[in-house]
């Protein structure tokens, strides 16, 4: 009688380098209880050096391994065709030099861009001819008006992010999130186009 299978590739699995990949890493099964312990115990792919950092796994290699192992089973795939593995060292601790460094150059090169900007936009002569407009009177450095802007600014930025430090402010992802999920997708798609030796075929004429 024959079996179904059900196999739903993972997008990405990070593994370390020269490990192995069994195929309860890089996928999500449903099978009965006898074969599904033997599928999770099947290694798919073993990590070598000269591999580099990504490595593609195509789903027809995982049908062509569950294959030659069960021979009365039929494998059904949902979701994704390819399983991007990619390599990862064991991180190391966090530089307080480098840390300082970093934020030093991201506090000031933020700074400067804002500084810019409102000289590009003639920011100064703005707020005070706003604030001759509401008070009457003129003034060269109107901080009651700049104060407040100034801390405004930073909320603002704050809920446009929707982050304080660590701590997420609501569940909506925040715009650089959502750039970075793009770029990250258009990354992978990338990837598989170009590190999956299955993907492209050259046919040579004789």
Request: net charge negative; glycine share 4%; no cysteine.
């Amino acid at each position: 009688m024959e079996k179904t299978i059900y196999i739903r590739m993972r997008n990405r699995v990070q593994v370390p380098p020269e490990g192995k990949v069994l195929l309860k890493d890089a996928a999500q099964m449903i099978a009965t209880e006898e074969v599904l312990r033997d599928l999770q115990s099947m290694e798919i792919y073993q990590l070598k050096k000269e591999d580099g950092n990504i490595v593609v796994i195509d789903i027809m290699k995982v049908i062509r391994l569950i294959t030659a192992r069960f021979e009365d089973v039929e494998v059904q795939t949902i979701g994704p065709a390819q399983t991007i593995i990619e390599v990862v060292a064991m991180k190391k601790g966090v530089s307080i030099p480098f840390f300082l460094l970093i934020w030093f150059l991201l506090f000031f090169g933020s700074a400067m861009t804002l500084m810019n900007f409102h000289d590009d936009v003639s920011m100064k002569s703005v707020q005070e001819k706003i604030y001759t407009i509401i008070t009457g009177k003129k003034e060269a450095k109107p901080l009651l008006f700049q104060i407040p802007y100034s801390i405004g600014l930073g909320l603002g930025m704050i809920l446009f992010f929707n982050h304080v430090f660590k701590k997420r402010i609501n569940d909506e992802p925040s715009p650089l999130e959502v750039e970075m999920f793009n770029y990250q997708m258009d990354l992978d798609n990338y990837v598989i186009l170009h590190e999956n030796k299955e993907s492209m075929k050259r046919v040579h004429d004789d």
